[in-house]
């Protein structure tokens, strides 16, 4: 005569294989469903469907489960079914990890982003002069800086500040360029002018207040030069990986991201610096990520150990506003660095051994 223990112990692998098949046709119907909604554009996860069912449940529970565990137990089920579909949207990212398990390489006149080599990118906040722009790039050059940043368009919180020279700006970013062997980094704020741009620049950026400018990511997209996309200053690290997709989708998967601050409640620093998510962006996909120090603090005394905070956490490069003399910049004047500050500070990220050319 058999065991009664081994019995009923035989008896409940038994439904433990009738609840994994069950577990996982459910799971089967949940994805297709999931993909349903992708399809329409609407939210995954539906609390009023979740209510009706786990009300359903707890109606027809014959016991000897309590309630209070039968929906507990199938809340779980609920939430492993929706991280599934959260799972399966990720990986049909372009610029996910899961996607493309490499880094992406972005070579731009003879410099490399992302590897193992980390870059400086530098320059003044605005362009606003031939003179001011050729002094900047010799010091870049004689540091041996290989990317200059400047802005042609500059869009402003107030219309009365200065908006930038626009394609005179490019004009002569493209000149001092070439003169000292740059590549050369600058916001474009409208569509039409992306394929413009590619005539006088290396590297397009769209900035934070143009992360979720659509229309400009999709023209992006179709254009066939690097685009570098600064995070917002409100927007989750998904909502700037979306952005991101925006343009992969739409044809270039030459994508450079930078986190640049978030607003907080915090005054001592002009936006807060989230190093959390340049580990995260490495980590979730395949692109380049940078920091641009200047913006994220807007202060001088702090971007020696903010970069070198940037470079430990996983950073591809760092990026950093320099100016032949600040106090009368056009724009930002209170955190750009001078050319003697700039040789210092480059000169404490290299003593460092954090970064690698």
Same mark, same amino acid.
């Given at each position: 005569m058999?065991?009664?223990?081994?019995? &009923?112990?035989?008896?409940?692998?038994?439904?433990?294989?009738q609840? !994994?098949?069950?577990l996982n046709?459910r799971?089967v119907?949940?994805?297709?469903?999931?993909e349903?909604?992708?399809?329409?554009?609407v939210?995954k996860?539906d %609390?009023?469907?979740e209510?009706?069912?786990?009300?359903?449940?707890?109606?027809?529970?014959?016991g000897p489960?309590?309630?209070?565990?039968?929906?507990h137990?199938f809340?779980?089920? +609920?939430?492993a079914s929706?991280?599934?579909? =959260?799972?399966d949207?990720?990986k049909? !990212?372009?610029?996910?990890?899961k996607n493309?398990p490499e880094?992406?390489?972005?070579?731009?006149k *003879?410099?490399?982003?992302?590897?193992?080599?980390?870059?400086?990118?530098a320059?003044?906040?605005s362009?606003?002069?031939?003179e001011q722009?050729?002094t900047v790039?010799?010091a &870049?050059k004689q540091?041996?800086?290989t @990317?200059m940043?400047?802005?042609?368009?500059k869009?402003?919180?107030?219309p009365y500040?200065?908006?930038g020279?626009?394609i005179?700006? &490019? /004009?002569?970013?493209?000149e001092?360029?070439d003169? +000292?062997? !740059?590549?050369?980094?600058?916001?474009?704020?409208h569509?039409? $002018?992306?394929?413009?741009?590619?005539?006088y620049?290396?590297?397009?950026?769209?900035?934070?207040?143009?992360? #979720?400018? +659509?229309?400009l990511l999709k023209a992006?997209?179709?254009?066939q030069i %690097?685009? !570098?996309l600064?995070r917002?200053?409100?927007?989750?690290?998904?909502?700037?990986?979306h952005?991101?997709e925006?343009?992969?989708?739409?044809?270039?998967?030459? @994508?450079?991201l930078?986190?640049?601050?978030?607003?907080?409640?915090? /005054?001592?620093?002009?936006?807060?610096?989230?190093?959390?998510?340049?580990p995260?962006? /490495?980590?979730e996909?395949?692109?380049?990520v940078?920091?641009d120090?200047? $913006?994220?603090?807007?202060?001088?005394?702090?971007? &020696? %150990?903010?970069? /070198?905070?940037?470079?430990?956490a996983g950073?591809? *490069?760092?990026?950093? =506003?320099? $100016? %032949?003399?600040?106090?009368t910049?056009l724009?930002?004047?209170a955190?750009?660095?001078?050319i003697p500050? +700039?040789?210092?500070?480059?000169?404490?990220?290299q #003593?460092s051994?954090?970064?690698?050319k």
């Amino acid at each position: 005569m058999s065991d009664p223990l081994e019995q &009923l112990r035989q008896q409940l692998d038994g439904i433990n294989d009738q609840l !994994l098949t069950l577990l996982n046709e459910r799971a089967v119907i949940a994805r297709q469903i999931g993909e349903i909604k992708e399809k329409q554009g609407v939210p995954k996860f539906d %609390p009023v469907r979740e209510r009706a069912m786990l009300e359903d449940l707890t109606h027809r529970n014959p016991g000897p489960f309590k309630d209070a565990a039968v929906k507990h137990i199938f809340k779980e089920i +609920f939430k492993a079914s929706l991280n599934l579909q =959260e799972e399966d949207h990720t990986k049909q !990212l372009i610029v996910s990890r899961k996607n493309q398990p490499e880094d992406t390489l972005i070579q731009v006149k *003879g410099t490399t982003i992302g590897g193992a080599a980390q870059v400086m990118i530098a320059g003044p906040c605005s362009v606003e002069s031939y003179e001011q722009l050729r002094t900047v790039a010799a010091a &870049l050059k004689q540091s041996g800086v290989t @990317i200059m940043r400047g802005g042609a368009f500059k869009p402003r919180t107030s219309p009365y500040d200065f908006q930038g020279l626009g394609i005179d700006g &490019l /004009k002569m970013l493209k000149e001092v360029g070439d003169e +000292f062997g !740059l590549a050369t980094i600058s916001e474009i704020v409208h569509p039409d $002018h992306i394929e413009l741009a590619g005539q006088y620049i290396d590297i397009i950026q769209i900035g934070a207040r143009n992360m #979720q400018n +659509f229309e400009l990511l999709k023209a992006a997209g179709q254009a066939q030069i %690097p685009v !570098l996309l600064k995070r917002g200053i409100a927007a989750t690290l998904e909502e700037f990986v979306h952005a991101a997709e925006y343009i992969a989708v739409n044809g270039n998967d030459r @994508i450079l991201l930078i986190e640049r601050g978030i607003r907080t409640y915090e /005054k001592w620093t002009r936006n807060t610096l989230d190093i959390s998510a340049v580990p995260l962006l /490495k980590q979730e996909t395949h692109l380049p990520v940078l920091v641009d120090i200047s $913006h994220s603090t807007g202060r001088k005394d702090i971007l &020696l %150990p903010c970069a /070198k905070a940037a470079l430990a956490a996983g950073a591809d *490069g760092i990026m950093v =506003e320099v $100016h %032949p003399d600040p106090q009368t910049a056009l724009s930002d004047a209170a955190q750009q660095l001078d050319i003697p500050q +700039f040789e210092q500070l480059w000169a404490g990220i290299q #003593q460092s051994g954090l970064i690698h050319k």
